[in-house]
């Protein structure tokens, strides 16, 4: 659980599931985050070995993130958690609408 604690880190980590991703794209996949809070999730999964960053010696340079072997192996788990997540919601819908 400590590799993925953090505000926002599985979402940064979902976010990478289809590949890798400049830092621009994942605040667009994740709007409400500061782009603080993503640079310093980044670090953080970065140095727990969840992720690596490239520097694409482009013009102007541009950074990729990517999950590692560590990051991908998480998915299953978050995967999990997103399907029980909307196993809850769909739970708590029936409940709300059977109310009315």
Not at 73 to 83: F, G, Y
Request: glycine letters at 8%.
């Amino acid at each position: 659980m400590a590799v993925i604690s953090g505000a926002w880190a599985p979402n940064v980590i979902w976010s990478l599931r289809g590949g890798a991703r400049r830092f621009s794209e994942l605040r667009a996949d994740i709007p409400p985050i500061s782009a603080k809070v993503l640079s310093a999730r980044l670090g953080e999964l970065e140095k727990k070995g969840v992720l690596v960053r490239h520097v694409r010696r482009t013009s102007p340079p541009s950074t990729e993130y990517e999950l590692t072997a560590l990051g991908t192996e998480l998915l299953p788990a978050l995967d999990a958690i997103v399907e029980v997540g909307h196993r809850l919601k769909t739970r708590r819908s029936t409940v709300n609408s059977s109310k009315h």
